[in-house]
């Protein structure tokens, strides 16, 4: 089956310094989404791309899909405390979510 | 409304008993999805109904984990015969109609430790 690779596993930033998180697949994706957890927290969906270099903005949050669909990332501009949380990729095929490893975020005063 | 609701949010148990995990999906909802998630890990999807039909179980790990939900709403994953190994998270997730891009909403979980 498809899998996901997302790096770096752990970030710690500096509140207002930016972020990313970077998800990798060595084959073509027919979609990417992207679910945060915050600690203690179950995951909630923040986006789905599925087309070829799609670039979508949520305020601070930009998500794009690479051109090849193998590829994908999430910047978060400006990190605040409230960004905290485990940032996970995955795709979906055939009605079951295949989710990368995550990305945890940390965002020290 | 209310969101997707698990029982027992805790389960502790011995190595050996049965337990029985429940979850009560976003009204509505077509589709329900069960995934385990170990500590510091993704979910891993375990099985997936739509309406009461269970469509794919292929992640389900052996014989001993079963799920239902007979009346197309409410869904139970039970686990026979517990061992250490089946310690984790155990979410549940729905959908409106499934199909693979629907969004999933997770539910709190029920974390599950076998003594």
């Known amino acids: 089956g498809q899998q996901v690779m997302q790096i770096p596993q752990y970030q710690h930033v500096q509140e207002g310094e930016d972020f990313t998180t970077y998800c990798n697949s060595s084959?073509?994706?027919?979609?990417i989404q992207w679910y945060k957890q915050r600690p203690g927290g179950h995951p909630v969906f923040l986006i789905q791309?599925?087309?070829?270099?799609e670039v979508k903005k949520q305020k601070r949050l930009t998500f794009q899909f690479g051109e090849a669909k193998k590829n994908s990332s999430l910047h978060i501009t400006a990190t605040q405390t409230t960004d905290v949380g485990t940032y996970f990729c995955?795709?979906?095929?055939?009605?079951?979510?295949?989710f990368g490893t995550g990305t945890q975020l940390k965002v020290e005063l | 409304g209310a969101g997707v609701s698990q029982s027992p949010r805790y389960k502790v148990t011995k190595r050996g008993q049965d337990v029985a995990l429940r979850c009560d999906p976003i009204?509505?909802?077509?589709?329900l999805y069960w995934y385990r998630q170990a500590l510091g890990q993704g979910p891993e999807f375990l099985t997936y109904?739509?309406?009461?039909?269970?469509?794919?179980k292929s992640g389900l790990p052996n014989d001993r984990f079963s799920a239902e939900r007979p009346e197309g709403s409410i869904s139970t994953l039970t686990i026979q015969r517990t061992e250490q190994r089946d310690s984790a998270m155990y979410r549940c997730?729905?959908?409106?109609?499934?199909?693979?891009?629907?969004?999933?909403?997770f539910g709190p979980g029920t974390r599950l430790t076998v003594l």
């Open positions: 997730a729905s959908s409106l109609v499934g199909g693979g891009t629907d969004t999933q909403y």
């Open positions: 009204s509505g909802h077509v589709s």
């Open positions: 109904f739509n309406y009461e039909a269970q469509q794919d």
């Open positions: 791309l599925v087309k070829s270099g």
């Open positions: 084959t073509t994706l027919s979609n």
């Open positions: 995955c795709t979906g095929g055939g009605n079951k979510l295949t």
